[in-house]
């Protein structure tokens, strides 16, 4: 399959591959979102409601036992439409990143160099979660799928949005420019090996 494809080929289908998983899993996460809210669910790209300024002004989440806490700076900083913009955006960007530098790895050093090296990632997350450092946050990528660690205005010591979107971007551009030149190098490797090898 890959010797009739091409080494460019297929890693672009590797790629595209990563980037459509990505994208079907969280858009499958918002539709069951949706279904669990229909009863109560409402569309609007402006105004939060009163319920959802009630419980960020108010002790009401913790007097209904509610499973979730609503920051009054999200509200004041974000529409609905763009917190669900930035939230699901971010989600999706940094899934196909880690998905990318999984198969980077993968294919560089052997199959489970990629599992664990995500998985030093993720532990960076749960790391910056225990500490609270505002500071290691811009080194947790994972974190900033949280509204709540954007900062809008950059006033605070928190990574500000267009840091946020500019490292996704670059790192993005990155990863794809070296699987394309290291990967194909790689991949020529292993098949001129086996050809050896038979």
Known sequence: MLSRSGKRAWIFSQVF?????SLVYFLFIFACFCVVLLPNLGFSTESWGKIIRTISATNAAQDFHLFFIVSPSVLSDFSPLQAFLYSFGTAFAVAVILGLVVLFFNLAVKRSAGV????AIVFVYMFVNMSGGSIIYYFSPISWCSILIADKNGVSAYPDISWIVA?????FAVEIVTLFIFG?????FVLDT???IS
């Open 116 to 119: 664990f090296i995500s998985g």
């Open 194 to 196: 086996k050809e050896e």
């Open 17 to 21: 591959y990563v980037i459509i998983v």
């Open 167 to 171: 490292v996704l971007c670059i790192s």
């Open 184 to 188: 194909s190098r790689k991949i020529k």
